[in-house]
């Protein structure tokens, strides 16, 4: 399936709203000896910072690969509230990147793949035109294949066990929202409270005498321990029998985290940051050979980027964890699913009203893709093209 023609469309989206809106100050770390610094949310501190939101007129930017068959992939390739520079992009798209994928097979994506990967570094493209990009191409893959991605993929499993984020300003908001994880289904939670060692130690003894010893209980520290500190934290944690403790340190701290790795037999996650610096999945590899992390956070880029670092993972007998739900399904070595804070995720739904593509469900404290068996909807670009702003 030849990819004939590149075509952008910048078109109207009706209003959004935008917004500027801060997370607080950045403090330094309780109790303000290590000289590291959080940001005030994770400590519980507010501050008088403005918000500013308003609705207006807003504009997408649609990017169509054109094939000789019957179908197209296509994507929004970024949104925004000025249609003059989502044009601008479309340009610069055009003189970048359209060549590069004109006469390309749409399902060679590992090529196409490879080549955009190199884009990163002599055309400055960064990390989302290959995301978008390989995204694309494998919806158009589901869609000929009239299957679900997960299957697609490999289809390790059909259903994985699901927590979510927790959060608050003080530990009876964090308890009382774990609390509700809990009544919505969910096996675990995870926090992301940056105390220290003592404030945190208080946390994690509450959180764990509320929920008793079947749910799970994760620590996302975001950086803000020493290594010293982290292993004083992760014997507590061992103790109440957290599943992980998630970035505990700098990821540029490859030291320190090896020490951390050998010193607790708490798994220890990292490589969330400097992971989605554009280097994964190849990145992955100097912290895997260097025993500083016991899971990989799955950042790596795109679809084809996800199942590289989760078999590189595996030949190691380690776990990754994050990214797509499909690609979570379509391998063994993600253990939990994450909910984040993307709003309510639907139930399950009468599988007559569902494509054969499926959609993400929580069933009984499960991930999901739950089918049916419409076609997937295809867009109207005569439609299309009459209305929009801009073809490019």
């Known amino acids: 399936m030849l990819i004939e023609e590149v075509k952008l469309y910048v078109v109207a989206a009706g209003e959004r709203e935008r917004a500027a809106i801060g997370r607080g100050g950045m403090e330094l770390v309780p109790p303000g000896l290590s000289g590291l610094f959080t940001h005030g949310e994770g400590i519980g501190a507010g501050g008088d910072i403005p918000e500013f939101r308003e609705r207006m007129p807003a504009y997408d930017l649609i990017l169509r690969l054109v094939t000789d068959g019957d179908l197209d992939a296509h994507a929004t390739y970024a949104t925004g509230f000025s249609a003059t520079e989502l044009a601008w992009q479309a340009r610069e798209f055009r003189v970048k990147v359209a060549h590069l994928l004109t006469g390309m097979d749409a399902f060679d994506r590992e090529r196409i793949w490879q080549r955009l990967w190199y884009t990163q570094r002599f055309m400055y493209t960064g990390r989302g035109l ?11 893959a589901s869609r000929h294949a009239r299957l679900p991605l997960y299957r697609l993929l490999g289809g390790a499993r059909d259903s994985l066990p699901a927590y979510r984020n927790i959060g608050g300003r003080t530990i009876d908001d964090y308890v009382a929202d774990a609390a509700k994880a809990r009544e919505q289904g969910f096996k675990g939670g995870k926090d992301h409270s940056y105390r220290g060692v003592a404030g945190n130690t208080e946390l994690f003894r509450a959180l764990r005498e509320a929920m008793g010893d079947d749910f799970i209980l994760i620590h996302d520290a975001v950086e803000h321990y020493t290594c010293d500190e982290a292993i004083r934290i992760g014997r507590e944690m061992e103790r109440l029998g957290y599943a992980w403790i998630e970035e505990p340190l700098q990821d540029f701290d490859l030291m320190g985290l090896r020490k951390l790795c050998a010193a607790l037999d708490l798994p220890v996650m ?123």
Request: aromatic share 6%; hydrophobic share 45%; net charge negative.
């Open 130 to 140: 290959i995301q978008t990009v390989d995204e694309m191409l494998w919806d158009l």
């Open 270 to 392: 990292a490589m969330e940051w400097i992971g989605s610096l554009a280097g994964q999945p190849f990145n992955a590899s100097t912290f895997i050979a260097m025993q500083a992390t016991d899971i990989v956070r799955q950042r790596a880029i795109g679809i084809t980027g996800q199942i590289k670092l989760a078999q590189l993972a595996e030949t190691f007998g380690l776990d990754v964890h994050g990214g797509n739900a499909h690609v979570a399904l379509a391998i063994h070595n993600d253990p939990l699913y994450e909910y984040g804070s993307e709003g309510p995720l639907p139930p399950p739904q009468d599988p007559a009203t569902l494509t054969f593509q499926g959609i993400r469900v929580i069933d009984d404290g499960h991930l999901r893709i739950q089918c049916g068996d419409l076609p997937a909807p295809a867009p109207d670009w005569d439609r299309i093209e009459s209305e929009a702003l801009e073809v490019v």
